[in-house]
């Protein structure tokens, strides 16, 4: 189960940090990553961490989202800051055997729209 939360409404320019609660995949024992949508568009890939512990992002947010777990509560956080326009999705977590394309697991989703 994969439960993410801390989505909401945002101006360009600003930050939030999702999380996502995953039980009961240990996060150190399985690859995790963040992914989002937007209607009528293929899932995207946004970063993931690979079991050796490197981070992966696609290149629209490098240098403004970064990925970490904390093991004790075995969750996944996503921190967005600079956030743009282009930004707006629903926002899903995965977990197991995940690169830029898939993870095995999903969460549900939490939304994130970032306005002018």
């Known amino acids: 189960q994969l439960e993410e939360s801390g989505g909401g409404s945002v101006q360009a320019g600003g930050s939030l940090r999702l999380s996502c609660a995953i039980s009961p995949l240990p996060v150190t024992r399985n690859s995790v990553g963040w992914f989002r949508q937007v209607p009528g568009k293929e899932r995207e890939g946004v970063g993931f961490?690979?079991?050796?512990?490197?981070?992966t992002y696609v290149d629209s947010v490098k240098g403004r989202f970064t990925i970490s777990k904390d093991v004790a509560k075995n969750v996944l956080y996503l921190q967005m800051n600079s956030l743009e326009n282009e930004d707006t999705a629903m926002y899903y977590c995965?977990?197991?055997?995940?690169?830029?394309?898939?993870?095995?697991?999903w969460g549900q989703g939490t939304q994130v729209t970032v306005s002018s």
């Open positions: 995965g977990a197991r055997h995940c690169s830029l394309l898939r993870c095995d697991f």
């Open positions: 961490v690979a079991l050796n512990g490197s981070t």
